[in-house]
């Protein structure tokens, strides 16, 4: 029996180089991504060097969050949490809320998950993540308050509140990772 790529082989006689190239031009832009994050990091003054304030565990995330969340979907078992200062700071320089808005392709979710990436990418483990009412989605993290663990709900597109209209009501679902 003949194998796909055999076929693809016969079919596109340069399909294997094509393919080898590709898996070479992804391997160097991951490096490049890497390099640049790490750059990012390191020598932009805007971006703040994230400062850990506490651990949290899973089991106390799910816990917090189920106390206002239907559904809640933790994919990691830790989380570290950045000091308010720290993530003050970086709120203020991260550009995810320059993005333009694109009704249903870049929107309210695209928004919330674009923050929490970039939360995530300053500070590996960041405990935070995107949770959505039936209307609208944002970004949420984990902050440590008065010796208290708190869920401050930040609107991805402007940097600002969340309109109390969304947190009045249950929430439908949050995601971490």
Same mark, same amino acid.
Request: net charge negative.
């Given at each position: 029996?003949?194998?796909?790529?055999?076929?693809?082989?016969?079919?596109?006689?340069?399909?294997?180089?094509?393919?080898?190239?590709?898996?070479?031009?992804?391997?160097?832009?991951?490096?490049?991504?890497a390099t640049l994050k790490q750059d990012m990091l390191e020598n932009d003054p805007e971006i703040p060097v994230p400062h850990v304030a506490r651990n949290i565990s899973s089991k106390e995330m799910r816990s917090l969050l189920e106390k206002t969340v239907d559904k809640v979907h933790?994919?990691?078992?830790?989380?570290?949490?950045?000091?308010?200062? #720290?993530?003050?700071?970086?709120?203020?320089?991260? !550009?995810? @809320?320059?993005?333009?808005?694109?009704?249903?392709? $870049?929107? *309210?979710?695209?928004?919330?998950?674009?923050?929490?990436?970039?939360?995530?990418?300053?500070? !590996?483990? *960041?405990? *935070?993540?995107?949770?959505?009412?039936? #209307? $609208?989605?944002?970004?949420?993290?984990?902050?440590?308050?008065?010796?208290?663990?708190?869920?401050? $709900?930040?609107?991805?597109?402007?940097?600002?509140?969340?309109?109390?209209? $969304?947190? @009045?009501?249950?929430?439908?679902?949050?995601?971490?990772?």
């Open positions: 029996m003949i194998s796909r790529e055999q076929i693809a082989q016969l079919i596109y006689p340069e399909f294997k180089e094509r393919q080898e190239s590709l898996i070479k031009l992804n391997a160097q832009l991951a490096r490049e991504n933790i994919l990691d078992r830790n989380f570290v949490i950045p000091t308010v200062v #720290s993530w003050d700071q970086f709120l203020k320089a991260d !550009p995810t @809320d320059e993005q333009k808005y694109v009704s249903e392709y $870049h929107d *309210c979710d695209n928004f919330g998950v674009d923050l929490a990436v970039a939360a995530k990418n300053w500070m !590996p483990g *960041c405990a *935070c993540g995107v949770v959505m009412d039936y #209307s $609208h989605a944002w970004f949420f993290i984990v902050l440590r308050k008065d010796g208290e663990f708190v869920l401050e $709900h930040v609107e991805p597109q402007t940097d600002g509140n969340v309109k109390e209209k $969304h947190l @009045d009501g249950d929430l439908y679902m949050a995601w971490v990772w």
